[in-house]
């Protein structure tokens, strides 16, 4: 008797939740951010205007919500193995684990990146979500953020981080060979302002 195929069980259905984010991100891949309207999410991804607010009050919290996306994707994605390296080396792994999860996102984050060029507000309201997002990296690296040396610590990566960013948005090689030179060195400068805010602390 011929073998039957194994059955391959269905996608899951995408939340309406995650419809609005995938839709943003596709919205903003082709358009400026202040180009972006509810209703045109709402038609992108398939749900009604009102799901749209109930979900979320603004774009802003659309990115919000995609920062923890990324966020809990590269949490979830840790290598024991790296517990016994040094924070610099598992900070090396989680960032480069980040940038491998926005490699999908990368033309919106370059579209996003120029419009807060010239949207001060807009830029501010970035840094502080790349700030908290930061913060939850560097706790993954075993770097304390308590206090107002950690809150200074996660300013400074949320700095280092942009600074990589804008080497990634232009490296088209598929080992990231620039992007990896550029955050060896970040994390070196890093290294060298941390200790300093240590001893400054102290």
Not at 86 to 107: V, Y
Request: net charge negative; aromatic share 6%; with cysteine.
């Amino acid at each position: 008797m011929a073998e039957t195929p194994e059955s391959t069980a269905p996608a899951p259905e995408r939340s309406d939740r995650e419809k609005i984010i995938d839709a943003f991100m596709a919205l903003l891949a082709e358009q400026r951010f202040e180009e972006i309207t509810f209703a045109a999410v709402a038609e992108r991804a398939e749900v009604p205007l009102h799901r749209c607010r109930a979900e979320f009050h603004s774009l802003l919290a659309v990115l919000a919500a995609h920062i923890e996306e990324i966020d809990r994707a590269v949490l979830a994605a840790q290598d024991p193995e790296m517990a016994a390296e040094p924070p610099r080396e598992r900070l090396f792994d989680i960032l480069m684990r980040r940038l491998e999860a926005l490699a999908p996102h990368k033309a919106a984050l370059r579209s996003l990146a120029r419009s807060a060029r010239f949207n001060p507000p807009l830029a501010l309201a970035i840094n502080g979500l790349i700030v908290r997002s930061q913060a939850w990296m560097l706790e993954a690296a075993g770097i304390a953020t308590g206090g107002l040396r950690g809150a200074i610590r996660a300013q400074g990566m949320a700095c280092l981080y942009a600074d990589v960013l804008r080497v990634w948005f232009y490296d088209d090689d598929p080992g990231l060979s620039r992007t990896m030179a550029a955050l060896d060195r970040q994390l070196a400068r890093g290294a060298r302002w941390s200790h300093c805010l240590d001893d400054l602390f102290w």
